[in-house]
């Protein structure tokens, strides 16, 4: 089992900054990315950033130039720079992992249990 744990959510004014932490726990065999996912309220949760075990570095459209994702693999630790911050990156955000389990093909993801980014105009 793999456990994710976010921080660093909070409240800030449009045009702010803030960086977000997800530590993961457990055994993990191979990982194979993590990504970052975002739901606001009455809406999909939808796809922020991810980064692969090799570097590779994904992102919404939404946000490409104003949000940085990375990983310090010593830590097990997931970052999201977040700059000039707008109304509409109001949501929860979510770590996901994606793993191969020891002995299997079959790939596992797990969810932390999120941090709140609320940005008032």
């Known amino acids: 089992q793999v456990q994710l744990v976010e921080s660093g959510g909070g409240s800030v004014q449009a045009g702010g900054s803030l960086k977000l932490s997800c530590v993961a726990s457990?055994?993990?065999?191979?990982?194979?990315?993590m990504s970052w996912f975002r739901q606001a309220p009455g809406k999909e949760r939808e796809f922020v950033s991810t980064?692969?075990?090799?570097?590779?570095?994904t992102y919404a459209d939404s946000v490409k130039g104003r949000f940085t994702v990375s990983q310090d693999n010593a830590k097990n630790t997931l970052y999201l720079q977040m700059d000039s911050l707008k109304p509409d990156d109001t949501a929860m955000y979510f770590c996901?992992?994606?793993?191969?389990?020891?002995?299997?093909?079959?790939?596992?993801?797990?969810w932390g249990q999120g941090t709140q980014v609320t940005v008032s105009s």
């Open positions: 996901k992992i994606l793993i191969f389990p020891r002995g299997s093909v079959t790939t596992v993801s797990y």
């Open positions: 457990g055994y993990i065999y191979k990982q194979l990315a």
């Open positions: 980064v692969t075990t090799g570097g590779t570095t």
